[in-house]
């Protein structure tokens, strides 16, 4: 089979460049906190050991507790939230939910951590995290992930849900460079469970079942070297997938990321990457993407300019596309006080869209996707953003976008519990009027919270009468309060509304009710490697739908126990 072969061929060349090095990520600062526009690469002398165990492996944020000599993390994450430039599909509140991610609550002193959950609709849960150290340089790691619900909201067995992931990656640090790999196999099963309730009977568990096994490879190799006039990142990774509708794709994956000092004031940026990929169902699909993009960073003490161009070259075998566009990135910044800066931007770009995304935001899909390029052929932005430095921070933005093949989930005709993926700004752009923010606050060590807001006004549409499944308004709360050192309590709240969806059935656009998810989740630390916690989402016990058709889960909790060592 022509896959096969060439997700042998591809296979064999990321392999070999793998060994270079694996993926480290770009240093961040406090998210909305002012910073600088210019790229920071993490150097470090030694290896940290952090039981990096969620799903992301984002490093633990932890605050030091010095009446006791150790570090408490506390449990503040940012939960359910997606903000991009590009306005995606948020499934954040809707099953299948994700299991909880599991971090230690005592910091890096332990590399090893276990953990094991139970609660309603059948859900059982299992987390483990394994650290090596040979030296203080490196550190090798495994992850372990299950997470499943044996019963659903609909027909029982027939609306659960199942997913397990293992994980193998390495860390390992020179004095010149920093590599870092990982390998992973990941199985997610879900139900085509959106449809009328009698075509359950009679019918054997599974029949409605859909699976996708997906394969990823990345790795990268970066600067350690501090003070360095040149930073550097480069990472490459390949993602394979086969799903139970008899579809295949590879995806491969590679970028670089450069940043010359010239001076205190200016730098050289230059960041370029490719994307190739090929999607087997009926008929093979290769598309590949292309993108340079060359600026310059200008900062002084109140002024920074971040200019250059984004050039990016797209290829469709089966749409005959072979094009080239050129989007300018302009960025200013203007420090009007010291806690307070005003920005303002445009540019544009193209987004790669892969079946594995689209699965990832919607497991209910048919075979035979069609998979185009989302194209941001015009942004324009402004807004403010400042903090005290001390207590809270905060971000209020404004942006106006044009694209083409925004894309968007509605039901098949064929079969309404299972959706396709059709695309509006074809002919006319489509436009989209975006409004977001975010307010930080920390009022000392035990408490702290998140509001963020986004709103979405869509326009041009084409022949599409609404926005489908995408929410006018999204609003997320979230908390997170210690007591004592020994509890932890996360409450928070998930709001979002303007939400329609298409009825293949009627051809009609249907209004789909506002989603408030209330969630609660306690931790309690009962000894420094003994933790217990009890979580409860959808505390209403509404089984609204994110998607049409598709009830969640109402009322869910789950009792877990953690061991550290």
């Known amino acids: 089979m022509r896959f096969n072969r060439t997700a042998k061929k ?26 600088d526009e210019a790229i920071e690469v993490e150097k470090t002398r030694k290896i940290e050991l952090q039981p990096q165990v969620s799903r992301g492996f984002d490093l633990l944020e932890e605050a030091q507790d010095l009446r006791k000599d150790r570090k408490m993390k506390y449990d503040l994450v940012d939960r359910k939230w997606e903000g991009t430039h590009l306005p995606k599909i948020n499934t954040s509140i809707v099953d299948p939910r994700e299991g909880d991610e599991l971090t230690s609550s005592y910091g890096p002193k ?16 299992m987390n483990a995290h394994f650290g090596f150290t040979p030296n203080e340089n490196s550190f090798h790691g495994l992850y372990i992930n299950h997470d499943a619900n044996r019963r659903g909201p609909v027909a029982t067995s027939f609306s659960g849900r199942n997913e397990n992931e293992i994980k193998v990656y390495s860390k390992t640090f020179t004095p010149s460079y920093l590599l870092n790999g990982s390998i992973s196999y990941k199985r997610v099963e879900a139900n085509w469970y959106g ?4 075509q359950f009977n009679n019918m054997a568990n599974g029949t409605f079942g859909v699976y996708y096994d997906r394969f990823n490879y990345v790795g990268s190799i970066s600067s350690a070297k501090k003070d360095a006039k040149f930073d550097y990142i480069a990472t ?13 794709e590879w995806i491969w994956d590679s970028k670089i990321q450069t940043v010359l000092t010239i001076n205190d004031n200016l730098s050289a940026h230059f960041s370029g990457d490719m994307t190739m990929s090929e999607y ?3 008929e093979n699909n290769r598309r590949e993407l292309y993108r340079v993009k060359p ?19 797209e290829k469709d075998k089966l749409r005959g596309l072979n094009t080239t566009s050129l989007f300018p990135v302009v960025k200013l910044d203007y420090k009007a006080a010291n806690f307070i800066h005003f920005f303002a931007g445009l540019g544009g770009d ?7 995304q689209m699965a990832s935001q919607n497991p ?9 390029n989302t194209a941001q052929t015009a942004n324009v932005f402004g807004g403010f953003k400042g903090s005290n430095e001390h207590s809270f921070d905060f971000e209020f933005k404004f942006m106006y976008s044009e694209f083409s093949n925004l894309s968007f989930f509605v039901p098949s005709a064929a079969d309404s519990s299972k959706y396709t993926v059709v695309y509006a700004g074809d002919i006319k752009k489509a436009q989209v009027m975006n409004f977001s923010g975010q307010f930080n606050y920390q009022l000392n060590e035990r408490f702290l919270s998140v509001l963020k807001y986004d709103i979405n006004q869509y326009d041009n549409l084409g022949t599409l009468e609404k926005a489908y499944h995408r929410p006018a308004m999204n609003i997320s709360f979230t908390n997170s309060i210690t007591f004592k050192d020994k509890i932890i309590i996360s409450p928070d709240v998930f709001y979002m509304n303007g939400l329609y969806g298409l009825n293949p059935r009627t051809n009609t656009a249907v209004a789909m009710k506002d989603i408030i998810d209330l969630n609660l989740k306690v931790n309690y630390l009962i000894t420094k490697k003994f933790n217990a916690a009890v979580s409860a989402n959808n505390l209403l016990g509404k089984n609204y739908e994110r998607y049409l058709f598709y009830p969640s889960q109402g009322l869910n909790y789950t009792v877990s126990v953690a061991y550290s060592f």
């Not at 090893?112 to 959950?117: A, D, R």
């Not at 449809?195 to 009698?198: D, M, N, Q, T, V």
């Not at 899909?365 to 998979?371: C, Q, T, Y």
């Open 295 to 313: 600026s310059f960073f200008y900062k002084s003490d109140r002024v920074s300019v971040h200019a250059g161009i984004n050039v990016v070259n």
């Open 350 to 356: 193209t987004y790669f869209n892969t079946l594995s």
């Open 110 to 125: 332990f590399k090893n951590v276990f953990k094991v959950g139970a609660g309603n609709y059948g859900h059982t849960l």
């Open 10 to 35: 591809v296979l064999f060349t990321a392999t070999f460049g793998l060994c270079l090095g694996a993926f480290e990520g770009f240093a961040q600062k406090r998210e909305g906190s002012i910073q």
């Open 364 to 372: 209910w899909l048919r075979n035979r996707i069609d998979l185009r």
């Open 280 to 282: 087997a169902s009926l």
């Open 236 to 248: 490459s990774g390949l993602t394979m997938m086969s799903t139970s509708q008899n579809e295949r």
């Open 195 to 198: 449809r009328p309730e009698e």
